[in-house]
């Protein structure tokens, strides 16, 4: 019995030990399948990672340009002259009785150091109020000196410090080059301390002012102007004033590089008047005419000039010899002005246009039809 019992036993043994090699073997080929199934999956993810990166070393700039020094110069030594312009006026709405807060802004540049700061007169036109703000973000409240509607020019005042005014040194226009270096200084939409840079383009335009007289003698300049750098100043490279950004020529109101730049001797010219007077008033020959004689002048006889009507007395035009149309029943004919110191006139805004750049004292050249001749006078203003 004991015998058939041990016999039996080890025939269970076997048997246990069979079967654990068979379920081994069935989980390893479990093991086996779902690696493989997973294996695509889990080399997908591990590509999928990013791999550890550092920050790549900095290779050396070296020395800036010679032209890049230049314009980093010329900025860091004019913007703190350059000023942002914010203006306040108040209107009555014609639907309603209240009054409505407008606001504008522009620029502008310290013009000496008494506190006198140059801007378009469009920038400050129908204002009550009107702030200056430096770089430093330092701002003073302005009062108005003079303006020139006819050259869009306006002079404010404020009580700074002098360290704080910083004059731009005056240039030249009448000797620029077309294609040279030019930069603009302003705070377009807003945005302070912008420069933009670029060339003349163009000189001798004309462009029409605030009061619809023609400016002579405009800088087209393709330098980025958009609204808000009016008033503010052109530069040449030598960081020296060569005009005042006034207006630009684009049909979406946004730079279309055409700008224009009212010219620095001009500008010259007139600002001081503007300290002193309050107001510009361009040296008069002291003769009348009529534009709707003038006009029949050209129609009927083919004639471009100004009629002389009348003549001031103890004026610059009676001083010259002009013969006015009041004299016609003497024996004296009377004058036709063809033009002054070589710009053509055929009405009174020519005429103005052609001294509104002269001082008092100076001596024009006029060109005179008289007895069907051409004859050259002299006037002094």
Known sequence: MNFQYENQSSAGDSDVRAMRRQLLLSWFLMVAIVAL??????????????????????????????????????????SPAVVFITTESRRRSAWSYRTQVERGSGSGFVWDTDGHIVTNYHVIEGARSAEVRFADQSSY??????????????????????????????GSSNDLEVGQSVFAIGNPFGLEQTLTTGIVSAKSRTIRSPSDRVIED?????????????????LDSAGRLIGVNTAIYSPSGAS???????????????????ITQGNYAAPKLGIETSDGLNQRLAYEFGIQGVVVISVEPGSAAERAGLR??????????????????????????????????????????????????????????
């Not at 695509?40 to 900095?58: C, D, G, N, T």
């Not at 279309?256 to 503007?274: K, R, W």
């Not at 009405?347 to 005179?368: F, P």
């Open 37 to 78: 199934l997973a294996f695509p999956v889990i080399r997908s993810w591990f590509s999928s990672r990013k791999p550890l990166a550092e920050p790549r070393p900095i290779t050396p700039r070296g020395a800036l340009a010679d032209f890049e020094t230049t314009t980093v110069d010329l900025f860091k030594e004019t």
């Open 141 to 170: 409240q302005a009062t108005l000196v003079g303006s020139s509607a006819d050259h869009d020019l306006a002079v404010l005042q404020i009580n700074a410090a002098s360290d704080q005014l910083r004059p731009i040194p005056i």
């Open 324 to 381: 006015d149309l009041q004299s016609q029943g003497s024996e004296r004919s009377f004058d036709v002005l063809l033009a002054i110191d070589g710009s053509r006139v055929g009405s009174a805004a020519d005429i103005y246009a052609a001294l509104q750049d002269k001082r008092k004292g100076d001596e024009v050249r006029l060109v005179v039809l008289r007895d069907g001749k051409e004859i050259t006078l002299s006037a002094q203003l």
């Open 256 to 274: 279309a590089g055409v700008g224009f730049s009212i010219p620095v001797d001009t500008v010259n010219l007139v600002v001081p008047q503007l």
């Open 218 to 234: 405009v800088i087209q300049v393709d330098a980025a102007i958009n609204p808000g750098n009016s008033g503010g100043p052109l």
